[in-house]
């Protein structure tokens, strides 16, 4: 068996994004990749039985790394409202900088692709977000009237439109900007 080199793996996975990207989950080929990875059809399925397997695999180490991601600075020590901003805050980033990223994690979730596995996966980002949501709840900062997934996502679907705007260019998203949204995202979800 032949071994797998790392750089090629990578760069299939940044050709299937960037190929998911242009032609939606569907209309991505092995042979498309392959050629997009600039690698050899019968190479990528050294690593990759099929699509499937490849866009699962790539699915799961996105989950991964986003979940990380959305985490980086916060600490259960920060002031509730502070560790809430520091994570919508990488929320909004990840949304920006991993734009492919996120968009491949949406429209999978969406697909006939994903199994229960993924769903799991899927919830399981959420639960340090929910944690947070509670801990508002807990201390009586955060409305208990709504359940937790509304105010998830109601942060998470303006957390969503912002940052799209921002990629598309249809709206610069300056600091001052990005406190100015967390202070609505706030006021939308404080008791």
């Known amino acids: 068996m032949r071994t797998k080199d790392k750089n090629k793996e990578i760069a299939i996975f940044e050709s299937t994004l960037k190929l998911i990207q242009q032609q939606g989950i569907a209309g991505i080929t092995m042979a498309k990749i392959a050629e997009q990875a600039n690698i050899a059809t019968g190479t990528l399925y050294i690593y990759f039985t099929n699509k499937e397997e490849l866009i699962t695999a790539l699915y799961e180490?996105?989950?991964?790394?986003?979940?990380?991601?959305?985490?980086?600075?916060?600490?259960?020590?920060?002031?509730?409202?502070?560790?809430?901003?520091?994570?919508?805050?990488?929320?909004?980033?990840?949304?920006?900088?991993?734009?492919e990223e996120s968009v491949f994690l949406e429209q999978y979730y969406r697909s006939p692709y994903i199994t229960e596995k993924q769903k799991q996966m899927a919830e399981k980002m959420k639960e340090p977000v929910y944690y947070i949501i509670e801990r508002g709840k807990e201390e009586g900062l955060i409305k208990d009237s709504a359940d937790t997934e509304m105010l998830f996502s109601s942060m998470l679907g303006f957390i969503r439109e912002l940052a799209q705007d921002h990629v598309e260019k249809r709206y610069n998203l300056t600091e001052e900007r990005i406190d100015r949204a967390f202070d609505i995202s706030w006021d939308a979800v404080k008791k």
Do not use: A
């Open 61 to 99: 180490k996105l989950c991964e790394q986003s979940t990380e991601r959305f985490f980086v600075g916060y600490s259960n020590d920060l002031p509730y409202k502070m560790g809430l901003k520091k994570v919508w805050i990488n929320y909004l980033n990840h949304r920006i900088n991993y734009n």
